[in-house]
């Protein structure tokens, strides 16, 4: 009972000071973010500051006292820590404060550090935006694309859900009602009230949750923590009990990120939040920014600098520019500039954890600070002047674009003795072998769309026979192509590809199966599990489209005067044989997708071996004042992509013609 109680007085000193770290930690990231709750001023920053070095003294007392009562039990890590603790309490050493953990030396030489990798980062950026720039420009053809018979469905702004919520505010940890509202890319947006959001007024503030874990019962994930806790300590953690959040409180948690709290009002509310936004968290966008060019600038930066940094393993996890590079630059930190900072602290092992856990926090801080004040005017200058550098690039372009046409043709001349044999031996075989395996799961799949187009449509058609009110049930008929579940059955032969391609070996010519690494490059290159993501948003599409389709055409001709009955079945005629055309079209687009991705780069691999004893010579095709933009291994991209297509359109058409399209429910 006595440990027990120990415990207990020690776990209410760590829920102070992670409430009050949190606290700290949230209310920066409120202020950088314009959340409702913020500002808070630097008198109040201060004061928590010195709450926290109280606490931390109050704790480290206690700690103290508790493992000189427990004799050296436990773990050898338990072990030590008391016999250190109990050194230190005899006044053989003082505990470092955390405030010495990072001296003002030392961060200032962190912030130095900081700064020019930010300046070099900045550099890296602006380069590659221009180079971005120039390589979108390049890529915009007038290409001609299969007209679509069946009309687009306008981008939908209704929200996917929308109600009131209690949240608890980041910094006073008071909780406010406020109203939710889930939009289609499921960002979930929240605003004073329900009033305000009709008036048009800008959200509050918005919540990103992809990468987030939706815990319906927050007590609990904190007893998980508390057993891990005791468990490090040699605790017996099934006497681990956490109560302080109200029944029907969602968290949304994230390790680096903001959490979020809010509040429903009673079950049904709590359950259809919960889903939502365990929804949010799956469908939510990774990457805030869409812009081609910045992401292709920004994504090329920070591979570049990652590599330079010596931090290769790092992962992005995505969100906001700032978001990822405060995640690089506070990762290569902390492996190269913390390890003293780490041998520093000293004491029982859940101190040490703490005082790390309440370091990393500061450096993150100082981090996305030094970020934030380096990104946001480069940012802003560059989408300032982006329209005059895209003047400037475009006509620049028209004479490098004629060179680069002139150079491709020369380099073709020089190439095709050796690129030709290897096109007709080896890589038509494999297009042809892998079009066949490939044809006919991808047209089951779309049957079973065209299943569930018909089946939804016909409950809508009888709706509106009976009623004679296109409006009935149009609802479920422009919004099922929403259901997951639905579209996932459709999808499942699309998914067990990746079986079936991994016996590719066995299915090619005699010689070609025998080049293992080859096929096995080319089986890798699919990338199954992405693409097949990609063909159910085409399907996806495609339902919308029909359904938008046969419903405005319906209701159109009912409101004419027409005869329901005969209008819905001539409709339904119509728009099958424009959604069929469609679908080919579709098709054909994702199979050149797939063998794309599996040629080309195992296709560049042979070329370029076969192509290294000329390279000298095509280099010095290419004008010096071109070479950044234009090199030799762009040339060979741009010369196999009109390869591959023209494989791909003798072989897929044909193909994609003898198809039998049908209404076919999933197996």
């Not at 900045?122 to 890529?139: E, G, H, I, P, R």
């Not at 939908?156 to 289609?184: E, S």
């Amino acid at each position: 009972p006595r440990a027990m109680d120990k415990l207990e007085e020690v776990e209410s000193k760590v829920d102070v000071v992670e409430a009050l770290e949190e606290g700290l930690q949230e209310s920066k990231d409120a202020d950088e973010a314009g959340d409702e709750d913020a500002p808070v001023t630097a008198t109040k920053k201060a004061s928590l500051v010195n709450k926290i070095s109280a606490t931390f003294k109050s704790f480290q007392k206690t700690l103290d006292k508790g493992d000189k009562g427990k004799g050296g039990d436990g773990d050898d890590d338990a072990a030590g820590d008391a016999d250190d603790s109990s050194s230190k309490a005899k006044g053989k050493g003082k505990k470092k404060s955390a405030d010495q953990l990072l001296s003002p030396a030392k961060q200032a030489g962190l912030k130095e550090k900081i700064k020019a990798t930010l300046k070099a980062f900045a550099k890296s950026y602006a380069w590659n935006y221009t180079k971005a720039l120039v390589q979108v420009l390049s890529d915009q053809k007038a290409e001609e694309q299969t007209q679509r018979q069946l009309e687009t469905k306008p981008e939908d702004t209704t929200p996917v859900m929308q109600g009131l919520i209690t949240k608890r505010g980041a910094v006073h940890k008071n909780w406010k009602a406020r109203w939710f509202v889930v939009r289609p890319d499921y960002v979930v947006d929240y605003y004073e009230s329900e009033e305000k959001y009709k008036e048009g007024a800008k959200p509050k503030g918005s919540i990103g949750l992809n990468g987030y874990l939706i815990v319906r019962d927050p007590n609990q994930r904190k007893v998980r923590a508390l057993r891990e806790r005791m468990k490090k300590l040699g605790m017996d953690e099934s006497q681990a009990t956490y109560e302080k959040y109200e029944q029907h409180t969602i968290e949304c948690y994230h390790d680096t990120r903001r959490r979020w709290l809010v509040k429903c009002q009673g079950e049904e509310e709590f359950a259809k939040w919960s889903d939502m936004l365990e929804t949010c968290s799956k469908r939510a966008p990774v990457e805030a920014n869409t812009d081609p060019v910045e992401v292709k600038a920004f994504t090329s930066a920070l591979g570049a600098a990652a590599l330079q940094l010596g931090v290769k393993d790092w992962r992005s996890f995505g969100g906001s520019e700032i978001d990822r590079l405060c995640s690089l630059i506070t990762e290569w930190v902390s492996r190269s500039s913390m390890g003293d900072v780490w041998s520093k602290i000293k004491g029982p092992l859940k101190f040490r954890l703490i005082m790390k856990a309440k370091v990393e926090a500061a450096l993150k801080t100082t981090v996305r600070t030094l970020i934030t004040i380096t990104w946001k005017p480069l940012d802003a200058g560059l989408k300032a002047g982006r329209s005059k550098l895209e003047a400037v690039v475009k006509k620049l372009l028209e004479p490098v674009n004629k060179a680069k046409e002139a150079i491709l043709d020369k380099i073709a001349e020089k190439c095709s003795d050796k690129m030709k044999p290897m096109q007709e031996k080896t890589f038509q075989p494999v297009v042809n072998t892998v079009v066949e395996m490939v044809l006919q799961p991808v047209c089951k799949s779309y049957n079973a769309i065209f299943h569930l187009f018909d089946t939804n449509r016909d409950t809508y058609a009888a709706g509106v026979v009976e009623s004679k009110d296109p409006t009935k049930g149009q609802h479920e008929l422009l919004m099922f192509a929403a259901q997951e579940s639905r579209m996932r059955a459709a999808g499942k032969s699309l998914r067990q590809l990746t079986d079936a391609l991994e016996k590719l070996h066995e299915k090619l010519p005699g010689p070609i199966a025998e080049m293992t690494d080859f096929v096995e490059h080319i089986v890798t290159s699919f990338g199954i599990s992405a693409w097949a993501a990609d063909t159910q948003k085409s399907q996806k599409s495609l339902l919308d489209a029909a359904a938008f389709t046969y419903h405005k055409e319906v209701s159109a001709r009912i409101e004419a005067g027409e005869d329901p009955a005969k209008v819905t079945v001539e409709v339904k005629e119509s728009v099958h044989v424009r959604m069929m055309h469609d679908a080919r079209a579709d098709i054909a687009s994702r199979v050149c997708s797939l063998l794309e991705n599996g040629i080309v780069a195992p296709f560049k691999e042979q070329i370029m071996k076969a192509l290294q004893t000329v390279f000298d010579v095509l280099n010095k095709l290419i004008p010096d004042k071109i070479q950044e933009y234009f090199s030799v291994e762009m040339c060979v991209d741009t010369l196999l992509g009109r390869i591959v297509s023209r494989m791909l359109e003798q072989t897929v058409t044909p193909g994609i013609e003898k198809l039998q399209l049908q209404s076919a429910p999933p197996e």
